[in-house]
């Protein structure tokens, strides 16, 4: 009796947990992998050393499943793994899976990321690092790269621009194919400055109440005569004291911004440049307190840690569509490298001067780690369609922000109402158990009861 009530709540157990677990939906731990910043002058620590952020992602392949770490960018589309003649640090031996397979006998060349050249493969990959289950995945198998840290990577672009034939590659359509999730939407979550996931097949208020629907906007994210890609218009860049936002400096407008997780910084064109830093930190650069860097390709700054950063004014970024503002503060502008005590600003500039002809340069912006540390953005790639979360307490309806809880902080209610339920439901089956258990005693004591009651009246009538 006791083995049969311990397998119901087990199975019951279990069935709590699968109701967590969203159908349809993939959660993606990935992890930023630090620059060494060791024996490094202060002329090179944000170019090169800071500029790419390597944040990567771990999956499991083969048939004696082998961890790959992939990294994760938005600019690229592609989906690929390396293989073991790639010039990858960390490769795939695609030798030593039994279940590995070559889709098409022809070599691809490509021109994106580091990959010169790729086969059409499958294998089957554990997406879920603590679980068995696994699935008959295609990938691209890189045969030819250049030097790269990673073992591959996992692009989130859209590839519509580009040939039928290569959007087979995307990582989001192969998730769907295999019947892994349910919708092409994705959300990029930090939990700390190093580490977070990505939640995709799903709007993030369906999953998890600590989005709230209702501050879920979305805009048209194409950047007209240019291919697809991940951007969002900013009309007004300005500066202001956070206690004093109407006392405003406008920077510029109209501007378009690509949103690239896979940057450690924010980079702005030359042609803002002067009028942001002139508002911003330009008397400490007067003062030989902060420095200007002039390397060959871009403008970098950084203070030394006598300058107190946090009386700095913030930044902000307006967006009409999203009719949502952007702050950045001290905190999100700069990094403190405690290798030479200085704070590094995130923001750079590229340093092609006055040259309008070219567009990119010229007019767009790249919003990198510190917006998505601060912001979440939602990624629909089936309507093309940027929105975001909104993190901030709202006085005015009364909702505070839950930004930076835990899992078990967001969902502690419905843990406590299954945690009710199951000691509801244990009092219950424990005194059922002992109900059943005493039932022939008390058959035996009602017998006994009626045997008493026999001999008593038998006696009352021989007297009478």
Not at 183 to 203: P, R
């Amino acid at each position: 009796m006791k083995v049969c009530f311990f397998k119901f709540f087990f199975f019951l157990f279990l069935s709590f947990q699968f109701a967590l677990n969203q159908k349809g939906v993939l959660i993606l731990p990935f992890k930023k992998e630090l620059p060494n910043l060791k024996d490094t002058s202060p002329n090179n620590v944000i170019y090169p050393k800071m500029i790419d952020n390597l944040i990567m992602a771990e999956l499991r392949i083969g048939t004696e499943p082998q961890t790959i770490k992939l990294k994760i960018e938005l600019e690229s589309y592609l989906f690929y793994i390396a293989g073991q003649n790639s010039k990858n640090k960390i490769k795939f031996n695609e030798g030593q899976s039994n279940t590995y397979k070559q889709i098409e006998n022809k070599n691809l060349s490509f021109q994106v990321s580091n990959i010169n050249e790729g086969v059409f493969s499958s294998d089957y990959i554990y997406f879920n690092q603590n679980s068995k289950e696994k699935y008959n995945t295609n990938f691209l198998l890189a045969i030819d790269t250049t030097i790269d840290e990673s073992g591959g990577l996992i692009g989130f672009n859209m590839e519509e621009s580009l040939t039928i034939s290569y959007s087979q590659f995307n990582f989001m359509n192969e998730l769907k194919r295999i019947g892994l999730i349910k919708d092409n939407y994705f959300t990029i979550n930090y939990v700390d400055n190093n580490s977070g996931n990505i939640i995709i097949g799903d709007l993030p208020h369906n999953i998890d109440n600590k989005y709230k629907e209702k501050y879920f906007k979305d805009t048209y994210s194409k950047l007209e005569n240019y291919d697809l890609t991940w951007n969002l218009k900013i009309d007004n860049i300005f500066i202001a004291d956070k206690n004093n936002s109407n006392d405003k400096i406008n920077v510029g407008e109209s501007i378009s911004a690509y949103l690239r997780v896979e940057k450690n910084i924010i980079e702005g064109t030359e042609r803002y440049r002067k009028i942001l830093l002139s508002s911003f930190m330009s008397e400490y650069i007067g003062k030989k307190l902060c420095f200007e860097v002039n390397t060959q390709y871009y403008f970098t700054y950084y203070c030394k840690k006598e300058v107190d950063i946090s009386k700095l004014k913030n930044i902000y970024f307006y967006s009409n569509d999203l009719d949502f503002t952007f702050e950045l503060t001290y905190k999100d502008l700069f990094y403190y490298n405690e290798n030479d005590g200085n704070n590094y600003f995130l923001i750079i500039f590229n340093n092609n001067l006055d040259d309008d002809t070219d567009y990119l340069n010229y007019y767009v912006w790249i919003l990198g780690e510190p917006i998505f540390k601060k912001y979440q953005f939602v990624f629909n790639k089936d309507t093309k369609r940027l929105g975001i979360y909104k993190f901030y307490d709202d006085t005015s309806d009364g909702n505070s922000s839950e930004e930076g809880k835990g899992w078990f902080a967001r969902n502690k209610w419905y843990l406590i109402m299954i945690i009710l339920l199951l000691i509801l439901l244990t009092g219950l089956s424990i005194m059922v158990y002992k109900y059943l258990k005493n039932m022939p005693k008390r058959k035996k004591k009602a017998n006994e009861l009626i045997d008493d009651e026999y001999e008593y009246n038998g006696e009352k009538n021989n007297i009478n």
